[in-house]
Nanobody, 116 residues
Framework: QVQLVESGGTLVQPGGSLRLSCVAS????????MGWYRQAPGKEREVVAR???????TLADSVKGRFTISRDDAKNTLYLQMNSLKPEDTAVYYC??????????WGQGTQVTVSS
């Protein structure tokens, strides 16, 4: 079993920056893909960024050039650096932890609100 705890979400003004963190604990695997999804009110959950165990990065077109995903395997932590935030980035952000060939684990989510 893997537990994921996200943090870093808060209210920020348009143009501001935030860094989200996701700490994994429990049974930690070595060959794991991790990433971030988000879900805005009334919308479906959408992928924001993915980072594979081979360090292959994928970003949604809507966040390219503004968001960066990274991971520190020594700390079992995934990060999402978000710059130049826009109101449309407002959502609950969820991290996931995927052992290849199994179903992903999900965190509880952290709220990001971009508003003046």
């Amino acid at each position: 079993q893997v537990q994921l705890v996200e943090s870093g979400g808060t209210l920020v003004q348009p143009g501001g920056s935030l860094r989200l963190s996701c700490v994994a604990s429990g049974r930690i695997f070595s060959n794991v893909d991790m990433g971030w999804y988000r879900q805005a009110p009334g919308k479906e959950r959408e992928v924001v960024a993915r980072l594979t165990t081979q360090r292959i990065t994928t970003l949604a077109d809507s966040v390219k050039g503004r968001f960066t995903i990274s991971r520190d395997d020594a700390k079992n932590t995934l990060y999402l650096q978000m710059n130049s935030l826009k109101p449309e980035d407002t959502a609950v952000y969820y991290c996931y932890y995927l052992v290849i060939g199994t179903l992903p684990y999900w965190g509880q989510g952290t709220q990001v609100t971009v508003s003046s």
